[in-house]
């Protein structure tokens, strides 16, 4: 055999020799990366208790508005529901009234929610607060505008003493709108809206016996719709003249010839 022929076999035997060795290499480092792929394992995960859609306030709770979600254990929450701890939450929370909104795959939370009961409205006040309705129309109700979980401000209109001004002032400041009472106005041209009557508010102690005296004084009670940016100011100021009696009763001050006259019984309206 010539010498050339055996140069080029010699080539090409080393060739292929340097292209077994490529291939073997790079099926190695396939099997690492197999290897270390399969060593990463999934987080792991709980089932929490989520909302399916969004719950407005006084929402109840059934097996179309909850379900189990998993959720990465370690970003649990103390407060979120389980179905390691509360396997029958879904049954036992059947009814169950919402106190504040919840949206769509937001956990479920205790404070958010109220007990199962017919007494919604009591389901949705705080500790500490009372619920009183005062009487709306469009106009003092800016243009039916109010909803509940609003913040108002209750402006009382009233008469001047011995004179045809009228006196403005605002009694009660930032409360929140727990309800409003609608009923179906026909109007007339035969179409129908719904007009809020009744405003429930959520109101301290104080401001329930302001509210009662202001409404026996006033000649009209408005309410001014406030920002939602307002909703984290304070919410338990009053008009505390209204509150000056010894025992709590209150008084209303009337000015007569200079002179300051209290009515302690603060049952009539001053003429």
């Known amino acids: 055999m010539k010498p050339a022929r055996l140069i080029i076999l010699a080539v090409a035997v080393v060739a292929a020799g340097l292209a077994g060795l490529l291939a073997m290499n790079m099926a190695g480092r396939k099997g690492v990366v197999t290897k270390v792929q399969s060593v990463i394992e999934k987080e792991p995960t709980v089932n929490v208790l989520v909302s399916s859609a969004n719950l407005p306030v006084g929402a109840r709770l059934d097996e179309k508005a909850v379900h189990w979600m998993p959720w990465p254990q370690n970003g649990l929450v103390q407060g979120f529901i389980t179905e390691t701890d509360r396997p029958d939450a879904i049954k036992d929370l059947q009814g169950a009234v919402v106190r504040l909104p919840v949206f769509e795959g937001e956990p479920i939370r205790p404070e958010k929610v109220a007990d199962s009961n017919s007494r919604i409205l009591s389901s949705l006040l705080p500790a500490g607060k009372r ?81 009662a005296v202001a409404q026996q004084m006033a000649d009209r009670l408005s309410l001014a719709l406030r920002s939602v ?36 019984t603060a049952s009539t309206k001053p003429e």
């Open 229 to 264: 940016a307002d909703a984290q100011e304070q919410d338990t100021t009053a008009a505390d003249y209204l509150l000056s009696g010894d025992n709590g009763s209150a008084m209303i001050q009337v000015i007569k010839s200079g002179a300051i006259v209290t009515d302690a």
């Open 131 to 211: 619920a009183v309705a005062t009487e709306i129309s469009v106009a003092t109700g800016a243009g039916g505008f109010i909803l509940p979980n609003d913040r108002v401000d209750v402006i009382m209109v009233r008469k001047g003493t011995g004179s045809e001004k009228y006196l403005t002032e605002t009694v009660l400041s930032n409360v929140r709108v727990l309800a409003i009472d609608q009923q179906i106005q026909e109007k007339d041209d035969g179409s129908k809206a719904v007009v809020g009557t009744t405003a429930t508010l959520e109101l301290t102690p104080d401001q329930t016996k302001v509210l």
